[in-house]
Structure formats: C-alpha cells, structure tokens
C-alpha cells in the first residue's frame, strides 16, 4: 500500500478538548500526532461530521499543551475515532 502521508506520526496520549457552538466540548485522547494533525479516540460522546471545524486543545496532566485553541478540521472518522487536520492561521 502506498504511504500518503506527509507528516511523520508519533504515537501520544494526550488529552484533547474539541469544542463548537453547536454541541460544546467533547473529550477524546490523541492516539497519535504529526505536523499536518492527529488521530483522537472520543469515547461517550458522538463524532461530529466529517467537515467540521473544531478549536482544539491539547492537555497534559498538569495543564494545556497549548494556551490558545488551534482550529483542525475533522477529515473523517471511523467508530469512535476521528482524524483531525490543523488549520493553518491564514485560512
């Protein structure tokens, strides 16, 4: 099978909060990351549709990885695992 990807994948498990108006914050851990976006098991809650822009944080243990909420955009899911794209700050 041919590889695609562009980034190089680093198995995590980070904590992410993805939120949007219209359901709020849903929690999910990142299976994996890269420079293009990351992969995130959400667990009791249900994945929004492919196209949707969400503001993401990540979190460690003792607090955000990020200040400031980056937008991804969720490129497809399967069960109850999503891929996430980051947005560049230009778009």
Same mark, same amino acid.
């Given at each position: /099978?041919?590889?695609?990807?562009?980034?190089?994948?680093?198995?995590?498990?980070?904590? !992410?909060? /993805?939120?949007?108006?219209?359901?709020?914050?849903?929690?999910?851990?990142?299976?994996?990351?890269?420079?293009?976006?990351?992969?995130?098991?959400?667990?009791?809650?249900?994945?929004?549709?492919?196209?949707?822009? !969400?503001?993401?944080?990540?979190?460690?243990?003792?607090?955000?990885?990020?200040?400031?909420?980056?937008? /991804?955009?969720? !490129?497809?899911?399967?069960?109850?695992?999503?891929?996430? /794209?980051?947005?560049?700050?230009?778009?």
């Amino acid at each position: /099978m041919d590889e695609r990807r562009q980034f190089e994948r680093k198995p995590t498990s980070i904590r !992410v909060e /993805m939120t949007h108006p219209a359901f709020g914050t849903i929690i999910g851990f990142a299976r994996d990351i890269s420079d293009g976006g990351a992969s995130v098991l959400i667990e009791n809650y249900q994945v929004p549709p492919v196209g949707t822009i !969400v503001e993401v944080r990540f979190k460690k243990m003792v607090g955000p990885i990020n200040a400031e909420p980056v937008k /991804m955009q969720i !490129v497809h899911h399967h069960r109850n695992t999503a891929g996430l /794209m980051f947005i560049p700050d230009n778009l």
